[in-house]
Nanobody
Framework: QAHLEESEGGLVQSGGSLTFSCKVSGIFSITAMGWQRQTPGQERNAVAWLTGGDTPHYADSVKGRFTISRDTSIQTMYLQMNNLKPEDTAVYYC??????????????WGRGTQVTVSS
């Protein structure tokens, strides 16, 4: 069964840092994985993602501040967020594009975790 377990978010002051983790289980043949975020009334937008194994990509708004990585030995993906700004406030979701025995190819999502950056 596919499962993405995200670490908790929280309240951070502007300029602060926070690291997320997302432990993946039950998903195979992964072609991409990453993080998206969503604010109330807005669409979910890509933040950072990995393709071709470990090639990172970033939204322009987070380049130079966020770093995505993964540890394949423990099937865990990380998002290091530095120099956080109030506009980074959102619900963050990890996702994986892969295959599961039960549902086949698809996109699989974590439950989402709230990050609030105070000014």
């Amino acid at each position: 069964q596919a499962h993405l377990e995200e670490s908790e978010g929280g309240l951070v002051q502007s300029g602060g840092s926070l690291t997320f983790s997302c432990k993946v289980s039950g998903i195979f043949s992964i072609t991409a994985m990453g993080w998206q975020r969503q604010t109330p009334g807005q669409e979910r937008n890509a933040v950072a993602w990995l393709t071709g194994g470990d090639t990172p990509h970033y939204a322009d708004s987070v380049k130079g501040r966020f770093t995505i990585s993964r540890d394949t030995s423990i099937q865990t993906m990380y998002l290091q967020m530095n120099n956080l700004k109030p506009e980074d406030t959102a619900v963050y979701y990890c996702y994986v594009k892969g295959w599961t025995e039960m549902t086949g190819d698809g996109d699989y999502w974590g439950r989402g975790t709230q990050v609030t950056v105070s000014s």
